[in-house]
């Protein structure tokens, strides 16, 4: 089980919750995980990256294979940091911990 952290906005009664640890939404969808949590930067660098290493991948097959496998690595690194992208976005807009 995930532990989560909360979130609270001061002034209102609105609560978020962001889990610790492995984010598979960001490993699987990337650029779309972070626009469902508003993390517009991210998103933009996430879909940059994705392009770049789409493009990188038409330049034959030792160039395919090599975007694949870098594909995977910033899926991973995605994976691993995405909730705390998610926590420090949060922080930004004005939820403290509670």
């Not at 909360?6 to 962001?18: C, I, N, Q, R, S």
């Not at 517009?40 to 996430?46: L, P």
């Not at 789409?54 to 994976?79: E, V």
Request: glycine letters at 14%; charged letters at 10%; one cysteine or more.
């Amino acid at each position: 089980m995930t532990e989560r952290i909360y979130l609270h906005y001061p002034g209102k009664d609105e609560m978020v919750a962001v889990a610790t640890g492995f984010s598979w939404g960001a490993f699987l969808l990337g650029f779309v995980w972070a626009l469902s949590k508003r993390m517009w930067f991210a998103a933009f660098i996430m879909l940059a990256v994705n392009i770049m290493l789409f493009l990188g991948g038409l330049w034959g097959s030792a160039g395919d294979l090599i975007g694949l496998a870098l594909s995977i690595l910033f899926g991973i690194a995605c994976g691993v940091y995405g909730n705390q992208w998610h926590l420090r976005t949060l922080e930004k807009r004005g939820y403290v911990v509670l």
